[in-house]
């Protein structure tokens, strides 16, 4: 379905994901955030990366390993942000300054995490590269709690999703028009 989706359909979608997420207490109470920037048809996240910064949020962007795990960089505005070719992989935009490790994202209070779908019990179907995945299994073996957010389009939201053993609910899931919670 997101291939059907216009430009104008992605950024209506993106300014109206923005205003919903940034109602969340656990967006409005985060001193750092753990987001991404969205490629393609995925819901935006362009306009809500620079309202946290605004509101001086500690925004922590992820970087791609050649391993598919994730790495992480201060997000400083749009004009800090490169694109990158990972392999024979789409490009991606990834922040160009100090990489802080894979650990860095202990320090989130709040993970934005991309998606194709989430389902009713909070499960979260992505894209297949596991990259998320090992984030949320080294929040886990950290004993770190933060809000686990999923940012997908109304239609995403589905009755059940594909799960594995290594896979984890998240707590809610934000859609242009509203937010469903799972704990």
């Given amino acids: 379905m997101r291939g059907r989706l216009t430009a104008d359909d992605v950024d209506l979608a993106a300014y109206a994901l923005a205003e919903r997420a940034l109602e969340l207490p656990e ?5 750092t955030v753990a987001a991404y ?23 922590l962007l992820p970087v791609l390993l050649p391993d598919n795990d994730l790495d992480w960089g201060a997000y400083t505005g749009r004009d800090s942000l490169v694109r990158v070719r990972h392999g024979s992989r789409m490009a991606l935009l990834e922040p160009a300054g100090e990489r802080l490790g894979p650990e860095a994202v202990r320090q989130a209070d709040a993970v934005l995490l991309p998606g194709l779908a989430v389902d009713a019990r909070g499960m979260r179907l992505g ?30 939201v589905v009755e059940r ?13 934000v859609t242009p028009s509203g937010v469903r919670r799972f704990r």
């Fill in 161 to 173: 999703v594909p799960e594995e053993a290594h896979d984890r609910p998240v707590h809610a899931v």
């Fill in 37 to 59: 920037v969205s490629v393609g048809e995925e819901p935006g996240t362009p306009a809500l990366l620079d309202a946290l910064r605004a509101r001086g949020v500690r925004v």
């Fill in 27 to 31: 967006l409005a109470e985060a001193r």
């Fill in 127 to 156: 894209r297949g590269g596991g990259s998320y995945d090992r984030v949320l299994a080294r929040l886990e073996r950290a004993g770190a709690d933060p809000a686990l957010v999923v940012l997908l389009y109304d239609t995403e």
